[in-house]
């Protein structure tokens, strides 16, 4: 079936360092795939999606490429803030379903 | 615009009690509905989905139920909560589509306590 494997954490950065969280994925077919953002307490909010292969994400920074040929779609931002300290959600929708497959989420700390 | 509410935020219930979480969806129309479980440090566990009303699919099997009397209400309920129900709730709604999968909104969640 399909999966997706992030990058462990807890990942602790200072402000304006560089972040890259990994993410793999299982799949049959071509799925759609997304970076989720939750902030403490909060629900899910999506962060970027790609829908084929080469395409790049982006929002607040972040971007993501879509990469078939290594089954990828590392997260990454150039400067960090403080602002950005929260747990990032890497996931896979079916190809042919309604369901998305949730990575194991990353923590990541942001200290000024 | 489309908006998801979740009631209550906060919930702390005696073992054995029953549960109902409600959500509803403003803003759109038959739009898939989804119920996830976030235990503390985790990820997501997928509960239920459904894609209309009295359709529900059950992905975990245990001792909670859900149901979706109207297109835009989803309810989560338990006839005797256990302690290890006690979790984070989320509901999310996703656009209907053929083809491939769409993006899920999540609402802001419950925080279910069972003492």
Redesign the interface.
Same mark, same amino acid.
């Given at each position: 079936g399909d999966s997706v494997t992030q990058m462990e954490g807890p990942v602790t950065l200072s402000e304006e360092a560089f972040l890259t969280i990994n993410c793999t994925y299982t799949a049959t077919g071509y799925?759609?795939l997304?970076w989720?953002v939750q902030y403490p307490?909060?629900? &899910?909010? &999506?962060l970027l999606?790609a829908?084929k292969a080469d395409d790049k994400g982006s929002n607040k920074g972040f971007e993501a490429t879509y990469r078939k040929e290594t089954t990828s779609f590392h997260l990454e931002k150039g400067s960090v803030q403080v602002s950005d300290s929260a747990v990032y959600?890497c996931a896979l #929708?079916?190809?042919?379903?309604?369901? &998305?497959t949730? #990575?194991?989420?990353t923590?990541l700390t942001v200290n000024p | 615009s489309q908006t998801i509410h979740q009631w209550p935020a906060t919930l702390v219930q005696p073992v054995g009690s029953p549960l109902s979480l409600e959500c509803t969806v403003e803003g759109t129309s038959n739009p898939n509905l989804y119920w996830y479980r976030q235990a503390a440090g985790r990820g997501l566990q997928l509960l239920f989905y459904s894609v209309g009303i009295g359709q529900i699919s059950s992905e975990v099997p245990q001792n909670l139920s859900a149901s979706r009397p109207q297109d835009r209400q989803f309810i989560l309920s338990s006839k005797k909560l256990l302690l290890s129900d006690s979790s984070f709730y989320l509901c999310a709604w996703s656009a209907t589509k053929q083809t491939s999968t769409d993006t899920q909104y999540f609402g802001p969640g419950t925080r279910l306590t069972v003492l």
């Open positions: 799925p759609s997304f989720y307490g909060e629900g &899910l909010q &999506l999606k829908t959600f #929708g079916e190809t042919s379903g309604s369901r &998305l949730f #990575g194991e989420g923590q | -």
